[in-house]
């Protein structure tokens, strides 16, 4: 039965931290194209100056870059405005009813309801606020002689859904609006909760506009998932990680990320396990910022439903000689993918190409991250050599995060894929890609070369994001799968999942996949390489896999394959047949 459309519709809550304004801004237009749920999304940006679409640039007095921000033009109404740290940032992606039961959604009431939302929030934290006639936004000091814009909005209404939403300056640094006229007002001051003697913090605010929005907007009911409030600098990965993940408990008691704990039973906990394992005692303090207690020992017997069975047939052998002779790596072995003998025998394996050193260290993998070396020109030729020898039918290729190149390693896909065309047009390539630090130009070198699926993995829930791999985003990654989709890709993701995340989580994260119209999931058990790696939570169930593919493909996702050895590769071949993806034409090659 079809959705009634003039029932309420769920909305999805996410506070992603601090995310560039080109992240957020492709990943909005992504719920905006293909959402069939609300979403609201609250985050912090990096500096920068946005134009609506008729802003006048001469109201940007200086070069945005001699003070550190970005320039962005952008599809919204309004002038210029300014967003960066200690403002928050509401991007409302709705469905509206039409205006006196037509089918044209009324703008101005809707920037009305978005005024109230930060009025009546404003007023739970102990500011009052108004609107100032013929001033779109949010005010203090309205009847006096010195009205101060706290708000900025700028919107956009288009075939019944919303854009774009408002900025609210909690503690920014006021001083960046003096380089713009702000919103093209030159005789109104703006002002900060901060400057107008209200002392909250960003969480505070999120959760009074969170819990206004659910009240305005949340008829369908609410699920609200966040990225994990705590961050420092030492969470994000060094460019080596050398022999381990970081330190051991008792040799740098100062600097590790328990200090500020000490006292407490977490640091203990922390310490205590580090010291039975040698884990690093920076992921398990990551793991405890995020809420997640200590996990099962290394030594745990697995269950019956986590045993892999080896079946080392002629062609498994001669597929591996194959990848020795021309000196190859596949994730399949360096990863120790339990599902190699059964996708080798099938005709699919997945190659990892631009070296095997990473310069991320995801607390999960196992690939080696000492310094890279220079990507190897000779690699796609060689990738397309072993497709045509071992006589593949569907072939993956994945990477390593190269940070240090300035493509992160785009244009050796682009290369590989022509290379595999040129030799075998039949086959059908997926690439499993880094998220390029999420630059546009190194994202449309691969979009460009047309893979029949386009992979990137969010591989966890929002909240364990930084335990999980500190040095990527859930935003950036979701913005990256919306753009590939508006590229008119067949997009996939995987989730590992036994690292401490919720059922719910993972349904949110399924509801977040769908809304930018991920075709694909992959969901598998983590299974832990090394004591330095982050400890396995708890082991899934057959029955919980089950559950969550039958949840995903009702929520409109093409093809979930979830099991306890499901790897991101794995039934490749199978899930884009049912997702329907077509090959690549030849004539679409030249």
């Not at 659910?214 to 994990?228: L, N, P, Q």
């Not at 006589?391 to 994945?398: D, E, K, S």
């Amino acid at each position: 039965m079809a959705p009634d459309p003039t029932a309420p519709r769920p909305l999805h809550v996410r506070w992603l931290g601090t995310v560039r304004y080109q992240d957020a801004n492709a990943l909005q237009h992504g719920l905006y194209d293909t959402a069939v749920d609300d979403h609201l999304l609250l985050s912090e940006h990096k500096p920068v100056y946005t134009l609506g679409v008729r802003a006048d640039e001469g109201n940007v007095l200086v070069d945005p870059a001699s003070v550190g921000a970005e320039l962005v033009r952008t599809d919204r109404g309004g002038d210029v405005t300014y967003h960066g740290p200690g403002q928050l940032v509401g991007y409302p992606i709705l469905h509206l009813p039409g205006k006196g039961g037509g089918t044209k959604p009324d703008s101005a009431a809707y920037v009305h309801d978005v005024e109230q939302l930060v009025i009546d929030s404003l007023a739970d934290l102990g500011l009052a606020a108004d609107r100032l006639p013929d001033y779109p936004g949010v005010w203090v000091g309205v009847g006096t002689d010195a009205p101060r814009k706290v708000c900025a909005i700028g919107v956009r209404l288009n075939r019944g859904r919303t854009l774009h939403g408002f900025g609210l300056n909690v503690d920014p640094d006021l001083t960046m609006f003096n380089h713009i006229v702000p919103c093209g007002i030159p005789d109104k001051a703006v002002t900060s909760l901060r400057a107008e003697g209200i002392d909250a913090t960003m969480a505070e605010v999120v959760d009074v506009v969170v819990a206004r929005a659910t009240e305005r907007w949340g008829a369908g009911g609410v699920d609200r998932h966040d990225v994990v409030w705590r961050h420092r600098e030492s969470d994000l990965a060094p460019f080596s990680r050398g022999e381990g993940a970081g330190e051991v408990a008792g040799q740098v008691r100062a600097s590790g990320p328990t200090r500020g704990r000490e006292a407490t039973g977490a640091a203990k906990a922390i310490d205590e396990q580090a010291a039975a394992e040698g884990t690093s005692v920076r992921l398990l303090g990551r793991l405890a910022d995020a809420g997640v207690a200590q996990g099962l020992a290394i030594g745990e017997r697995k269950p019956e439903w986590m045993r892999a069975k080896a079946r080392m047939g002629e062609d498994y052998l001669r597929l591996k000689q194959t990848m020795r002779q021309l000196d190859l790596v596949t994730v399949c072995e360096e990863a120790g993918c339990p599902n190699i003998y059964e996708c080798w025998q099938d005709g699919t394996a997945t190659f990892m190409i631009n070296g095997e050193r990473c310069t991320r260290a995801c607390g999960f993998c196992l690939v080696d991250t000492r310094h890279p070396q220079a990507p190897d020109p000779g690699e796609p030729e060689r990738v397309a050599t072993a497709v045509e020898q071992m006589g593949l039918r569907y072939a993956v290729l994945t990477t390593v995060a190269r940070d240090d190149l300035a493509d992160g390693g785009a244009s050796q896909f682009a290369a590989t894929i022509a290379a595999i065309r040129r030799r075998t047009p039949g086959v059908q390539v997926e690439t499993l890609i880094s998220d390029c630090k999420g630059d546009p130009a190194s994202l449309d070198v691969i979009f460009e070369a047309r893979p029949e699926v386009l992979n990137h993995n969010i591989e966890t829930v929002a909240r364990l994001q930084r335990a999980v791999r500190p040095s990527a985003s859930y935003a950036r990654s979701l913005a990256l799968l919306a753009r590939a989709k508006a590229a008119g890709l067949t997009t996939k993701s995987s989730l590992i999942v036994g690292m401490g995340e919720t059922f719910d989580e993972l349904v949110g994260t399924l509801a977040d996949l769908r809304g930018i119209g991920v075709d694909i999931v992959t969901i598998g058990q983590y299974l832990r390489p090394t004591t330095h790696h982050l400890p396995v939570a708890r082991w899934v169930t057959p029955e919980e896999f089950a559950e969550l593919k039958r949840i995903g493909e009702a929520m409109g996702i093409d093809h979930v394959e979830s099991g306890p050895l499901t790897r991101s590769s794995y039934h490749a071949r199978q899930a884009a047949d049912a997702a329907e993806v077509e090959t690549v034409a030849p004539a679409a090659l030249a």
